[in-house]
């Protein structure tokens, strides 16, 4: 959904964090991330399409920094006022895409929640694969998404959305020079992808 289209339909980001939170397949999603993702304490994690900042803030306690980067303004600001809310503050918000993540300092994991099956829905694999390299010229030791995707052949075409087959995403990592070290399926459109270098 676009900015324009959102702005049209009135979805918020509080409407986000309420759907997520309603969202049995996303709460397992993000259980399984929060678990398993390889974070280690002195760790900088970077939360590529931030959003409203669930990962992010979530991930605060696990490691000494987490940088959240998202393209939507209002977006961002509602991210940075939970955290403010919260007293978290070993996080920051700032504005940043999977192409051009605008990180300055070494990044240990790159977590891509909820967000990169959307570069595929808008340009297919060429566009995926830009997104990838986006976030593997961060050079950091693992790559966790947990997204969107195809588990099996796509029964019915879907006019809201379009999402990467999991075998598409975990081939491009793979060229982006990853190895994957973890597949968990939540759902039949809904997984986790742990990849390490």
């Known amino acids: 959904m676009t900015d324009t289209e959102r702005e049209y339909h009135g979805y918020t980001p509080m409407d986000y964090d309420a759907d997520s939170d309603a969202d049995e397949v996303y709460q397992r999603c993000l259980s399984y991330l929060l678990t398993h993702a390889p974070i280690e304490r002195g760790d900088t994690v970077v939360d590529i399409g931030t959003g409203t900042g669930i990962v992010a803030?979530?991930?605060?306690s696990k490691c000494?920094?987490?940088v959240g980067?998202?393209?939507y303004d209002e977006w961002l600001r509602y991210a940075r006022e939970k955290a403010e809310q919260r007293g978290i503050e070993n996080v920051s918000f700032g504005h940043g895409s999977f192409r051009e993540p605008n990180i300055d300092e070494p990044v240990d994991i790159v977590i891509a929640s909820y967000a990169l099956y959307m570069?595929?829905?808008e340009g297919g694999e060429d566009e995926l694969r830009a997104a990838?390299?986006?976030l593997s010229s961060l050079n950091s030791r693992c790559v966790v998404v947990a997204d969107k995707m195809r588990f099996g052949p796509m029964h019915?075409?879907?006019?809201?959305e379009t999402l990467p087959p999991m075998g598409t995403v975990a081939n491009l990592l793979v060229d982006a020079g990853?190895?994957?070290t973890d597949i968990e399926i939540i759902s039949e459109s809904v997984g986790v992808i742990i990849a390490t270098r």
Not at 57 to 60: K, R, V
Not at 156 to 160: I, T
Request: charged share 30%; net charge negative.
């Open 132 to 134: 990838i390299d986006g």
């Open 57 to 60: 803030l979530e991930l605060a």
């Open 64 to 66: 000494d920094h987490v």
């Open 156 to 160: 019915y075409p879907n006019d809201y």
């Open 119 to 121: 570069a595929y829905d």
């Open 69 to 71: 980067r998202d393209i």
């Open 178 to 180: 990853f190895s994957l």
